[in-house]
């Protein structure tokens, strides 16, 4: 389903064909510093996790991650989507972009087009955005968007680091920096 078009770009659900592509966006440096290692290691993990996390998200809240593609030769730049996180409150945006497409303006225009979207179609009041503080360019982009600071927000993250204990799977607390804009 198309949920937005810009003039260079096509924002749509994803889906199970889309695996390879989160495969390769979800293993790139960036990603992975700030977003976070998803223990994405095969293109069967990321079909697992588009039917997990973001196709079973359309289903029960109506929003998720969106494919970000380019209009015209429909080449998958990154992602842009609204999240509902169990540690927050109001609907969150997230985005992403392979790293080859980064500073081109996707992130801003999708990210616009998903916030009209969100007002406009989903009639939401409210979308929040967290990023950690040392992402300079996503808090640009932020402020860009209309959206404020906030305050400090918990996010306890998963590692697969070994610890003392011998166990495989560790949680550590990092704060994350909470923006919002409201309609």
Do not use: W
């Not at 979800?26 to 996390?53: H, M, R």
């Not at 992602?79 to 972009?97: S, T, V």
């Amino acid at each position: 389903m198309v949920v937005a078009e810009t003039e260079r770009l096509i924002i749509r659900y994803l889906t199970v064909d889309d695996s390879l592509f989160i495969f390769k966006l979800y293993n790139t440096e960036p990603f992975i510093a700030f977003v976070g290692d998803k223990n994405i290691k095969s293109v069967e993990d990321a079909k697992k996790y588009l039917i997990e996390v973001p196709i079973r998200m359309y289903a029960q809240e109506g929003v998720g991650l969106y494919l970000v593609e380019s209009k015209n030769e429909h080449i998958p730049l990154g992602i842009c989507g609204l999240i509902k996180r169990d540690n927050l409150d109001d609907i969150d945006i997230g985005y992403g972009f392979l790293p080859e497409f980064c500073g081109l303006g996707y992130a801003y225009e999708s990210a616009r087009a998903v916030l009209d979207y969100a007002k406009q179609t989903l009639n939401l009041k409210r979308v929040v955005a967290i990023t950690t503080s040392d992402n300079m360019s996503c808090i640009r982009l932020l402020s860009k968007l209309g959206l404020v600071y906030i305050g400090i927000q918990d996010e306890l993250l998963k590692s697969n680091v070994i610890s003392n204990d011998d166990s495989a799977e560790n949680t550590c607390q990092r704060y994350m920096m909470l923006y919002a804009i409201n309609f």
